[in-house]
T-cell receptor, first 113, second 116 residues
Framework: TQLLKQSPQFLSIQEGENLTVYCNSS?????LQWYRQEPGEGPVLLVT?????EVKKLKRLTFQFGDARKDSSLHITAAQPGDTGLYLC?????????????FGQGTRLTINP | NAGVTQTPKFQVLKTGQSMTLQCAQD?????MSWYRQDPGMGLRLIHY???????DQGEVPNGYNVSRSTTEDFPLRLLSAAPSQTSVYFC???????????????FGNGTRLTVT
């Protein structure tokens, strides 16, 4: 079973449009991270949110952590072809004393020029 | 500044063969982990280590072994390869096991494994 569900799984939009990607769970996370992955490479961290309700901005990307720390969203304003990639959310959980990151299945985003 | 280095980049195995995927990091990170990435499944944790001499199982450990004899290296061994182990494997490290804003995961570029 997938602890973190991302939606949509695939999204293809035109340059200049806005979009939102969602990351949902029934579990509470200590922190939540968003990564972006390019073909042939490993994921690279975009942002970490820690506090319920926290909002972080990274240029045209806005990340929000839900008040209950169970969900998160990524909003991109005026998308550009350079935003194309696989976006992954990852939640931090504590399991038998060890902290682990569990990942969603990813959202593959394509921005068409 | 190499970061996390994985070798090989590509590998083809026949069912029943064994092999070791190598992972090395030069950032003196305590925490290292192995994930596999399959279409529609995201990244699933195979094994992880919070320091030299300590390893533990993740979500999908069956068919894989790990060891952590040094801080730098964390090899992943496939004991008897099966077609279900066809996947892209990523090694990742972190300064420590807590993934707060000052301790993110750093990933290698992956090993693409095909088992026929």
């Amino acid at each position: 079973t997938q602890l973190l569900k991302q939606s949509p799984q695939f999204l293809s939009i035109q340059e200049g449009e806005n979009l939102t990607v969602y990351c949902n769970s029934s579990s509470v996370f200590s922190s939540l991270q968003w990564y972006r992955q390019e073909p042939g490479e490993g994921p690279v961290l975009l942002v970490t949110v820690v506090t319920g309700g926290e909002v972080k901005k990274l240029k045209r990307l806005t990340f929000q952590f839900g008040d209950a720390r169970k969900d998160s969203s990524l909003h991109i304003t005026a998308a550009q072809p350079g935003d194309t990639g696989l976006y992954l959310c990852a939640g931090e959980v504590r399991d038998q004393g060890a902290q682990k990151l569990v990942f969603g299945q990813g959202t593959r985003l394509t921005i068409n020029p | 500044n190499a970061g996390v280095t994985q070798t090989p980049k590509f590998q083809v195995l026949k069912t029943g063969q064994s092999m070791t995927l190598q992972c090395a990091q030069d950032m003196n990170h305590e925490y290292m982990s192995w994930y596999r990435q399959d279409p529609g499944m995201g990244l699933r944790l195979i094994h992880y280590s919070v320091g030299a001499g300590i390893t533990d199982q993740g979500e999908v450990p069956n068919g894989y072994n790990v060891s952590r004899s040094t801080t730098e290296d964390f090899p992943l061994r496939l004991l008897s390869a099966a077609p279900s182990q066809t996947s892209v494997y990523f090694c990742a490290s972190s300064r420590r096991g807590g993934f707060s804003y000052n301790s993110p995961l750093h990933f290698g570029n992956g090993t693409r494994l095909t088992v026929t």
